[in-house]
């Protein structure tokens, strides 16, 4: 069948333009990381891979248990799970790209999602989520620059009762209003 070769192709494009930008983020400003951290960061993640068998099946639980150690997958686990697993580099970020709950990214020590659901919508969160971005100084999507906060917009969260709604890591806030958002972040 010529789709799914079509959809193999778009995938592997896909995952080639972010290994770049990642490649990119990482040889940027905050490249200088020094080597006793990224040698404690290999060794921590040794000790992961340690823990899993070579098979291919084990590459989900491999990816989310790297996630949970370090907050998202660099190219540096990538290419280590890759290498562990004796697969592509390519066929790893296929698969990690496939699942929404694999980040590339660092993410801040507060995640910090706003819901652009309908109900939520309705009730004025746009004004909510600029707020938090002015606050914050961050488009969604990002993170500051001290790691603290990262920003996202999300489908509907589930709680439509109380929208607007803003969840600070595992904390709910139900009809947040722009003048909340402040308090809500521990800035007050
Ligand atoms: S639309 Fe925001 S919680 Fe449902």
Redesign the pocket.
Known sequence: MIWPRLMQRALLKRCLHLRNSLIQTKSGKGAGKNMSNETDANGRLDDILAGYGIERSNIIPILQAVQAEFGYLSVGSISAIAKYLRLSESVVYGVSTFYAQFKFVPVGKRLIRV?R?????VRG?SRVLDETSKLLGIDPGETTADLEYSLESIA?????A????MVVNDDVHGKVTPDKVKQILGED
Do not use: Q, R, Y
């Not at 509907?156 to 439509?160: A, E, I, V």
């Not at 109380?162 to 709604?165: E, F, S, T």
């Open positions: 819901c659901g309908t109900a939520c919508h969160v509907c969260f589930g709680s439509c109380l929208a607007p709604v």
